[in-house]
């Protein structure tokens, strides 16, 4: 089992930069596929990014395309989504999510973004 802790967000303007870190610990962090998933108010939850074991494979939603990374650190057990060019749309709670056999869900961390 993991458990995961999203740290980061805050409120900032439109066309501002926002990183999210998302700490692990339990079950080795380097076993787990990592990912990143947001809600906002009214809507169901969106894919936001994902990425493979080593770092190496990324994924990305259509509407952060360009505008957000995701990276790991297998040594420091951490996710990071690093946020640029940020827009009101992209206000919702942020949630990590790691998966192995079973997926885990961080408690998120709210970004709000105003015009």
């Known amino acids: 089992q993991v458990q995961l802790v999203e740290s980061g967000g805050g409120l900032v303007q439109a066309g501002a930069s926002l990183r999210l870190s998302c700490a692990a610990s339990?079950?080795?962090?380097?076993?787990?596929?990592m990912a990143w998933f947001r809600q906002a108010p009214g809507k169901e939850r969106e894919f936001v990014a994902h990425?493979?074991?080593?770092?190496?494979?990324?994924i990305y939603g259509d509407s952060v395309k360009g505008r957000f990374t995701i990276s790991r650190d297998n040594a420091k057990n951490t996710v990071y989504l690093q946020m640029n060019s940020l827009k009101p749309e992209d206000t919702a709670i942020y949630y990590c999510?790691?998966?192995?056999?079973?997926?885990?869900w961080g408690q998120g961390t709210q970004v709000t973004v105003s015009s």
């Open positions: 999510k790691a998966r192995y056999s079973y997926s885990y």
């Open positions: 339990g079950r080795a962090f380097s076993s787990y596929t």
């Open positions: 990425i493979s074991r080593s770092g190496v494979t990324t």
